[in-house]
């Protein structure tokens, strides 16, 4: 025996589909009537006259798409299907709105534009390096890196560039329409740059906010990329430790199918000083180490826990740097 239902009806029907009991929605319809509904079902609760229904039939076990299969189902009337494409469009439009609300869809988001935006500002910047060494050979171009796109934007021609850098007067300068076109580059770079910080900024005051221990331990904008990687930070805070380990990492899984050695660690735990610049031979062990605290940190942050404090955050240090100062030198081979 089972009870089939959608947001109009409900029946209890046996074993051969024969209709026991019927009951259906009696009272008025309105387009944020049928939403409710529908919304109700969405989350995969009984409609209110299933539960009159598995009342009456404490035995009736639910399934919501028997409904789907039945043959004998009402077809829905033309008002009722203009109050369920009105309530359709109503809710996906609810759906929409909420998502606004979602830190995890917020801090995709904010993370992937900012992956999007380094990519392009790195491709520009040493466009714009490259441009103003091709006119300006004595400049260092390494010392200088960090203010030449700044002082070509600003700079009204390349007699006017030379002498903000210090740097002698090109032989050969670019035309008015060469130059603007270099200067446009170098005030693109500076955008960029403004832009790439203010979603930083952003990225690491939301994910301060959200998984605070996280963001303690290995900084908001890893701790944010860890969060979009694992696909929210419920599944982050669900995850082994084993793969947290390795998020981020699926190029070298990849090749490790193929045969290659297993990756020690993920792109976003490389980041940190801690693993980056130790040892190779004991990135692994500080990288699984970290991983664990990583892995209790979220929970901390999703289930509600005591936020860790400065003084948790440097012990965790600590024991990272005795891992790294128990194998100062490498295994020996064979």
Known sequence: ????????????????????????????????????????????RLSPEARVLANRFPEAVSNPLGAISDESWPELSREESE?????????ARKGVAASGSDPDRRLDMLSSSSIELRASWTTQEARS?????????????DERRADIPLYVAKSK??????????????????????????????RGVVSLSERLLLNEQ??????????????????????????????????????????LQVLGAS?????????????????VLFSM??????????????????????????RIDH??????????????HREAEAIRDRFPNPPKRG
């Not at 008015?176 to 446009?184: F, P, T, V």
């Open 1 to 44: 025996m089972e009870i089939w239902y959608d947001w109009r009806l409900s029946r209890v029907v046996d074993a051969e589909g024969n209709v026991l009991d019927q009951v259906n929605w009696t009272a008025s319809s309105s387009v944020n009537a049928v939403v409710e509904r529908l919304s109700l079902l969405q989350s995969g």
């Open 83 to 91: 109050l369920l494409s009105a309530a359709s469009i109503a809710l």
């Open 129 to 141: 390096v490259e441009w103003a060494g091709l006119f300006l050979p004595d400049l260092n171009l």
């Open 157 to 186: 021609d390349i007699e006017n560039l030379a002498t903000n850098l210090g740097v002698s007067i090109p032989d050969h300068p670019p035309s008015e329409l060469e130059w603007s076109a270099m200067n446009s580059q170098a």
């Open 202 to 243: 952003a990225t690491k005051e939301l994910a301060n906010s959200y998984v605070p221990s996280l963001s303690s331990l290995i900084g908001p904008l890893g701790a944010a990329r860890m969060v979009v990687l694992a696909g929210g930070r419920e599944r982050l805070a669900r995850m082994p430790s084993g793969s």
């Open 251 to 267: 190029g070298a899984m990849a090749a490790h199918r193929r045969g290659a050695p297993p990756p020690k660690h993920s792109p």
């Open 273 to 298: 000083p801690l693993v980056s610049r130790s040892p190779r031979w004991v990135r692994g062990k500080i990288a699984r180490f970290l991983a664990g605290k990583c892995s209790i940190a979220v």
């Open 303 to 316: 289930f509600g826990g005591q936020a860790w404090d400065d003084e948790e955050i440097n012990k965790i």
